[in-house]
């Protein structure tokens, strides 16, 4: 449904976006994830028609964005970073204008407008006016808006930011019911984000890609070790060494966050999908320390970005013709 080939684009002489290569195929919800700066809104605006690039090509659903802008325009819907809505104009007038602006027919429109509402759950504010609504609402506005000509692709640019934790789940479920009959991308810098709503995942760093697959993978590929936090109320060596005997346990580092008096946080590393906590905590019990807190730790976005773009380089360096990597050159850091 949508081919996007070595796609690059310059502002000036900096390369926003370099070599960008992905598919989506029909049906499909993709997560575009990648901090700030790394490319996400360029290479969907492209998508989007908005710009040209530079270079390479995109396509959706057979049509180039550059040479059949009117064709892919009309196929897709957008959300953009940062929704832009008539603040003076009412949720309803705001969507029938939205849906002229698209060409929808007269007759059609009081009904595609009242179900897209419906869908978007706006139906209790339909007479209040945009710039009245709080941010998780007009997120909902914009999402209604990208769905009003029921395009067969949504491009969402990063959906959920700025909501609360409340309406980040509404808008996720929302997006998540829209899946099946149309296919999406949908950008974050946040990693659960894309874990809950998506069945696979780009990442970009820098502008460029650095992996591909769905999100249990690149979790599981990812995580050399599983980690368990604990802060244990006792005599610090002893912990660390009955810590250790647990069976299963590589290594316990003391951490001292919270040093206070006997207590301390301790992160225990074991093999991956080994789940210790019941055996952590009964060794704690049995040793009648106290248990203050005991937790499974996964990995960050930061995690993942650092560990991925460790391996790249160190990858570029065994294979110097893989050239996907992202900063150039034999960068030391540090193992985390
Ligand atoms: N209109 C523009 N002019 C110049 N530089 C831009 C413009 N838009 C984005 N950039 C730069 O391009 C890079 C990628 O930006 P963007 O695509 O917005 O990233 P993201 O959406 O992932 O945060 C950033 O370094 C940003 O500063
Ligand atoms: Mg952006």
Redesign the pocket.
């Known amino acids: 449904m949508i081919e996007v080939e070595n796609l690059t684009k310059y502002?000036?002489p900096v390369p926003?976006i370099t070599d960008i290569t992905f598919q989506v195929e029909k049906g499909e919800i993709l997560g575009f994830l990648?901090p700030?700066?790394?490319?996400?809104?360029?290479t969907m605006r492209i998508l989007t028609c908005f710009m040209p690039p530079t270079r390479g090509r995109a396509r959706v659903a057979g049509y180039d964005c550059l040479d059949q802008s009117l064709e892919v325009r009309r196929r897709i819907g957008y959300l953009p970073e940062n929704v832009p809505l008539y603040n003076e104009m009412r949720v309803t007038d705001y969507l029938h204008f939205v849906s002229a602006i698209k060409g929808i027919p007269r007759r059609e429109r009081s009904r595609k407008v009242a179900e897209v509402m419906g869908d978007c759950g706006l139906l209790e504010v339909a007479g209040k006016i945009n710039g009245k609504l709080s941010k998780g609402y007009r997120q909902r506005v914009g999402l209604a808006q990208a769905l009003l000509s029921d395009p067969e692709v949504l491009i969402l640019d990063e959906p959920t930011v700025g909501l609360d934790p409340r309406q980040i789940i509404e808008i996720r479920n929302l997006i998540k019911s829209l899946a099946g009959r149309r296919t999406i991308i949908l950008?974050t810098h946040i990693l659960p984000e894309v874990s809950m709503t998506c069945q696979r995942v780009i990442i970009i760093n820098e502008?460029r890609v650095i992996a591909v697959d769905t999100p249990e993978n690149l979790t599981a590929q990812l995580e050399k070790s599983a980690q368990v936090l604990l802060q244990v109320e006792g005599p610090p060596e002893e912990v660390v060494t009955i810590l250790s005997r647990v069976e299963g346990v590589l290594e316990v580092e003391r951490r001292d966050i919270a040093a206070d008096h006997q207590v301390h946080t301790y992160l225990v590393k074991s093999q991956p999908a080994l789940d210790l906590r019941k055996e952590l905590a009964a060794a704690v019990l049995r040793n009648q320390w106290g248990l203050l807190e005991l937790r499974g730790v996964s990995l960050s976005l930061e995690d993942i970005f650092i560990r991925l773009v460790t391996e790249e380089e160190g990858s570029a360096a065994d294979h110097p013709s893989q050239s996907t990597s992202g900063p150039e050159g034999p960068d030391e850091e540090e193992e985390l």
């Open positions: 502002y000036g926003a990648g700030n700066a790394a490319g996400k809104t360029t950008s502008g």
